[in-house]
């Protein structure tokens, strides 16, 4: 004979657990069934369920729906999940007593194995495979940039025949964004290295009695180097990113494909005014750069004892017109590269929520990477011509 597991957690309102032997079940249900009437239902059955599928062994469970008078969606979620569960067990599940009216929503659902897919495991990367990834990545993104820099020289030739086609607004904007905007921050890095640069050479420099050496050094280094790469990754930290992020967020919108299909050159359209204006104001702030770093360091030299006309006549000395004029191309060719990798990144912009932040990123760090690349050729360059 059938029993009836009596259990508060078994005997609802409208739901019975009748356990017939230990590898056979059935569960018998009654009146409505809605959301309301499973409330406590659907998870008193699922746990009766999930008791009898650790004991049974070879298990067949079956649902009788002959006493139903309605059924909505959430009883045939209930089915589903009834039968999944018995499923992923390796039992059995049928339905007996069933109206004909819910077969055809009960089919819409079947096989129910599309409603719960196994997860994919991505197979795990060996070195090899990572190694190939990465090196294929760098290779296309060589090829976007050599495509990008052809672009961009042919449209800066275009630009200086034909000045007057040029967006001169955008480059304004452009141009304050990324350097009257940017003069505060220049500034004050630019002083605390002037003060740590004095300070640290002259810690060395005292215990040779050369203290009064460590000022024109100092000009000597800032305006050669420091100055140029202090600005360069300044800028390249904002408004590299800036540029990717305006940019980008435009191809995100499908902006930038607007301006191809209305016939427009992206490049021509965005990219070359804000290299020409990467091209103004990164010489300009690294001149500024130069003037704060110097002055600072002639205010460091007073606690050594060095006034500022000892500092004044020994730079003259040492600093020249061509070691002022090296720093400057030096920049302006840090000018270039932050502008168009920037917009070069915010170009290749993808889609999703996090890709304009990606793209800035990227910006930023291709920056400095090609930032460090250009100080290194222009310094073996200055080696080999003495410039």
């Known amino acids: 004979m059938p029993t009836k597991i009596d259990s508060p957690s078994a005997d609802t309102s409208i739901a019975k657990w009748v356990a017939v032997d230990s590898a056979t079940a059935k569960i018998v249900i009654t009146g409505k069934v809605d959301v309301y009437s499973l409330a406590n239902t659907w998870t008193q059955i699922r746990s009766a369920q999930d008791e009898w599928l650790k004991k049974a062994g070879s298990h067949s469970l079956t649902f009788d729906a002959s006493g139903i008078s309605s059924l909505d969606g959430s009883g045939i979620a209930f089915l589903i999940d009834l039968e999944e569960a018995q499923k992923k067990a390796g039992g059995t599940f049928s339905v007996v007593g069933l109206d004909s ?4 929503l009960l089919k819409e659902f079947d096989p129910i194995s599309n409603l719960f897919p196994v997860p994919v495991v991505s197979p795990k990367r060996g070195f090899v495979v990572s190694t190939g990834m990465a090196a294929q990545n760098l290779i296309d993104d060589a090829k976007g940039l050599t495509t990008f820099t052809g672009h961009l020289s042919a449209d800066l030739i275009w630009s ?12 304004v904007n452009a141009a304050v964004q990324a350097g009257i905007a940017a003069l505060p921050i220049v500034g004050l890095v630019s002083f ?34 420091m100055g140029p790469l202090v600005t360069a990754i300044l800028l390249a930290g904002r408004s590299s990113a800036a540029f990717a992020a305006e940019i980008g967020t435009m191809t995100v ?15 021509r359209f965005l990219v070359v005014p804000r290299v020409l204006a990467g091209i103004l104001v990164m010489p300009v702030l690294t001149l500024y750069a130069d003037i704060v770093s110097i002055f600072a360091s002639m205010i460091t030299m007073l606690a050594y004892d060095i006034p500022f006309i000892n500092f004044w006549n020994g730079m003259l000395q040492i600093v020249t017109i061509e070691d002022i004029g ?23 912009t993808g889609t999703g929520a996090a890709a304009v932040g990606i793209s800035a990123t990227r910006a930023v760090v291709s920056s400095i990477v090609l930032i460090v690349l250009v100080d290194g050729v222009f310094a073996y360059i200055s080696y080999k011509t003495g410039f």
């Open 253 to 267: 919108n499908s902006e930038v494909d607007a301006l191809v299909s209305g016939g427009l050159s992206p490049i």
């Open 101 to 104: 009216r819910y077969q055809p």
């Open 326 to 348: 090296s720093g400057l191309i030096k920049a302006t060719l840090f000018g270039v590269v932050i502008s168009a990798v920037g917009c070069l990144r915010g170009m290749q």
């Open 192 to 225: 605390l290295i002037g003060v740590i640069l004095s300070f640290q050479a002259a810690i060395g420099m005292k215990q040779f009695g050369a203290v009064s050496f460590v000022g024109p050094i100092a000009a000597l280094g800032i305006v050669r180097e």
């Open 160 to 171: 200086v025949r034909n000045v007057k086609q040029v967006r001169w607004s955008d480059f």
